[in-house]
């Protein structure tokens, strides 16, 4: 699984503008068959510039092509299918803070929603002239011989803010932003019940919380009153059941969509759990 941001940032294969955590990149992905999980530690825009791609969410699978527009939440994992050969898009990272400091120095009020309007991890955005010339306009820093001054960044990152704040849709995103404003750290309890089966590490999920990692632990413990490794390894394996109890999937398909890395291990924890390798117990409760 790959962190998008840590990935753009480290490996010097994509140009970038960076001022503190703020963050723009030209991201050019013709990826191999098959589909690969990512994930990431801060918000971000994405404007498609060309090609075409598949996003798949907990709750929703998404297809942008050229000229879409949307806003993933951090603390996120997504599968992103095959794009095309030709795909490219700006991404614009956005930590919570600069969300918080541009609606608190406007003064902007921001709706609510109602819990059946609760928005997925991906907020795809209406487009207009103004949007499709503000991303137009990225490209020209981009093909510069010089980069843009970081003064000038900034101000482009709160451009974006402000405009897609006094649009009259996009309603999904501006009751996210007063979520972000009432609260400096997401939940813990909402991240985890999400991304409990993905194989990700301690400290990965302590990034996706946006927590250190000793913070992490502490608030974890007082949340569930047990550790994340345990609470992990209880809920796959809750998890692994009701996928033998109500699908047709083999062995390995569960132990991997349960987050488990190892099959044996997960054989051997199941056994422990519930008295029977997965395989006798799928065949035992079938023919219950």
């Keep these: 699984m790959v962190n998008l941001q840590d990935f753009i940032e480290k490996n010097g294969l994509f140009r970038t503008f960076k001022v503190n955590e703020l963050l723009f990149a030209e991201f050019k992905c013709p990826m191999k068959e098959g589909k690969d999980c990512i994930w990431w530690h801060n918000n971000f825009f994405f404007y498609i510039a060309s090609g075409e791609t598949e996003l798949i969410s907990p709750q929703n699978r998404y297809n942008f092509k050229t000229g879409d527009f949307a806003f993933t939440k951090k603390g996120s994992i997504i599968t992103q299918t095959k794009a095309d050969d030709d795909f490219c898009e700006l991404i614009i990272f956005i930590p919570d803070n600069f969300i918080r400091s541009v609606i608190q120095k406007h003064v902007i ?3 609510g929603l109602t819990s059946e ?23 020209n820093y981009f093909n ?33 932003f007063k979520e972000v404003c009432k609260s400096s ?22 990034s996706l919380c946006n927590r250190s990692l000793s913070t992490f632990k502490t608030e974890f413990k007082s949340l569930y009153k047990t550790t994340p490794g345990s609470w992990l ?23 991997f969509e349960s987050g488990f890395e190892n099959e044996t291990h997960f054989i051997r924890l199941f056994k422990e759990k519930y008295g029977l390798p997965p395989g006798r117990y799928k065949v035992q409760y079938s023919s219950i």
């Design 185 to 206: 750290k997401p939940s813990i309890q909402a991240i985890m019940e999400a991304n409990f089966p993905h194989n990700l590490t301690i400290g990965e999920f302590a």
């Design 117 to 139: 309007q609760k928005s997925d991890t991906v907020i795809p955005l209406s487009t207009d002239e103004v949007i499709i010339t503000y991303f137009h306009s990225l490209f």
């Design 144 to 176: 510069s011989p010089k980069p843009p001054p970081k003064a000038l960044l900034k101000l482009k990152f709160e451009e974006l803010i402000l405009h897609i704040l006094s649009n009259n849709n996009n309603l999904l995103l501006k009751s996210y």
């Design 109 to 111: 009020s921001l709706p």
């Design 233 to 255: 390894r209880e809920k796959r394996l809750q998890y692994s059941r009701y996928l033998l109890e109500t699908t047709d999937k083999n062995i390995g398909e569960v132990s």
